[in-house]
């Protein structure tokens, strides 16, 4: 059975992108990404130092506490607003506070929840092959951040199409170092749909008369 993106606790939220770019944004889009890259490096040595102490936390609670949830749920959200704005999947200069609700293309993270310590304990070796994947399509959103730089530095817009598949890319990896820093317990989905279908087709009743065919006599 397939599981929609909004049944899941970590979910990409493509929230405001008329995928318009700026071309003068996107030529600089490297350079005015440099303040965030020193940011993120200083972030991301915190969440190595703590994850530590949290995995141990987590481990006697069976829970990670809301302050610790909060850290690394920012964190998760920073590093994937960081990776839209760079690859040109989001289309606004980010913040540098991994606030829900601050960034176009967002992620959107349920509140703490108890997961089973046998899972806590192995959480590493269970996320590697997740982790594995994630890297990959991170390859995937990289090569479309080069192609959609050459094309939007022409047509000064992002194709919807690419602009969809890195959401999708951004999202497995978000799930992914989510589940990895015990943000959340659900292991990540990587099916490519965006949003909720919605209801399919009212049935048909079971001893319905056959619908007429063009071309017969009455």
Do not use: C
């Not at 405001?16 to 350079?31: A, E, I, P």
């Not at 440099?34 to 972030?43: C, D, E, G, M, S």
């Not at 540098?96 to 601050?102: I, Y």
């Not at 279908?197 to 056959?210: D, I, S, T, W």
């Amino acid at each position: 059975m397939a599981v929609s993106a909004e049944q899941r606790p970590i979910r990409l939220v493509v929230r405001d992108d008329d995928l318009g770019r700026s071309r003068l944004t996107v030529f600089f889009r490297l350079f005015l990404a440099i303040p965030h890259f020193v940011w993120i490096l200083l972030w991301t040595v915190a969440v190595l130092f703590v994850g530590f102490f949290a995995w141990l936390i987590a481990l006697v609670l069976g829970r990670l506490p809301l302050p610790l949830h909060r850290f690394f749920a920012a964190y998760v959200r920073y590093a994937t607003h960081l990776v839209a704005f760079v690859y040109l999947i989001g289309r606004r200069f980010p913040g540098f506070t991994g606030r829900e609700g601050s960034y176009g293309i967002d992620v959107a993270i349920d509140p703490p929840e108890r997961q089973k310590r046998l899972t806590v304990l192995f959480r590493g070796l269970l996320a590697f092959p997740a982790l594995i994947v994630a890297s990959t399509l991170g390859s995937v959103a990289l090569v479309i951040g080069l192609l959609a730089w050459w094309y939007a530095l022409i047509r000064a817009r992002m194709p919807e199409g690419m602009r969809n598949l890195g959401v999708a890319s951004l999202r497995y990896s978000a799930q992914t170092y989510a589940y990895w820093l015990l943000v959340t317990g659900r292991y990540p989905h990587a099916s490519p749909v965006l949003r909720d279908p919605g209801p399919g087709p009212e049935p048909r009743p079971r001893f319905a008369p056959p619908e007429p065919v063009l071309g017969d006599t009455f």
